[in-house]
């Protein structure tokens, strides 16, 4: 029997799990899609045989043909689904932030409890896909069997190819350095115990935001790691140092 699953939002991310769920999953159909996009949750769902479309989010949660649910809407959207799923008891894949602010997700997280009860099984999973990467699973081993000695410093750098609409300062670190902040302290084995954010000058690329950002972190174990944070292609980050070596060379 397939479980039956309801993706949320079908912007890049949520076309691409409908996709994934349809043709590369054993034991999974994709049965809903929902998006406030009408027509564009209909145009997803319409290659998918049996799959409905809606626009309501909370009615996909609420539907009886959906066991599991993928939220993939836009950030503000995801604390109020995923509690909605956890009160339903469904299991829900979150992308990434569970939600912008700390208090929501610690409204999420109470939710999950109540829900779940004392050693229940957990119903919410974040999209943090980096742990399953095979070139992190052979770092993660490499660390943990001692190879090259305790590590000092991690260099971390993360480049986008352009803000996405409604990109602020903030989310740079809950859409893209937020998954430094899973990864490292799985491959060090320790927990994130400092942070400090860095702002430096911007990029005439960047306009209206902070870019590119360093934040510093430093886990219990004493390590540092440097999370560079841009929404600008690399080649946009170094136009300006070709352009002076290139007058430079010339004289």
Not at 26 to 47: C, K, N, P, T
Not at 190 to 213: F, K, M, N, T
């Amino acid at each position: 029997m397939n479980i039956r699953v309801g993706v949320i939002g079908t912007g890049i991310m949520g076309a691409d799990h409908v996709t994934t769920l349809h043709r590369q999953i054993s034991g999974a159909a994709v049965s809903m899609v929902a998006d406030v996009d009408l027509a564009r949750a209909q145009g997803i769902g319409d290659g998918i045989a049996g799959a409905r479309a809606m626009a309501d989010g909370f009615a996909l949660i609420a539907d009886p043909e959906v066991d599991a649910v993928v939220i993939a809407s836009h950030d503000s959207t995801h604390a109020g689904l995923a509690v909605a799923a956890v009160r339903a008891g469904k299991p829900v894949l979150c992308e990434k932030p569970l939600a912008p602010t700390v208090a929501e997700c610690l409204h999420v997280v109470r939710a999950e409890l109540d829900a779940i009860g004392p050693g229940g099984s957990p119903l919410v999973s974040l999209g943090f896909m980096r742990r399953f990467d095979p070139g992190y699973v052979q770092l993660k081993a490499a660390l943990d069997a001692g190879e090259g000695g305790a590590p000092l410093l991690l260099h971390c750098i993360s480049r986008g190819v352009g803000s996405a609409p409604g990109a602020s300062n903030e989310s740079s670190v809950t859409g893209s350095a937020i998954h430094e902040f899973d990864a490292l302290p799985w491959l060090l084995g320790s927990p994130i115990v400092e942070v400090s954010w860095h702002g430096p000058r911007c990029s005439s690329e960047a306009i209206g935001l902070q870019d590119p950002q360093l934040l510093l972190l430093r886990t219990a174990d004493g390590a540092l790691s440097t999370v560079e944070v841009s929404s600008m292609p690399a080649t946009a980050m170094t136009s300006g140092v070709r352009s002076f070596a290139k007058q430079a060379l010339s004289r």
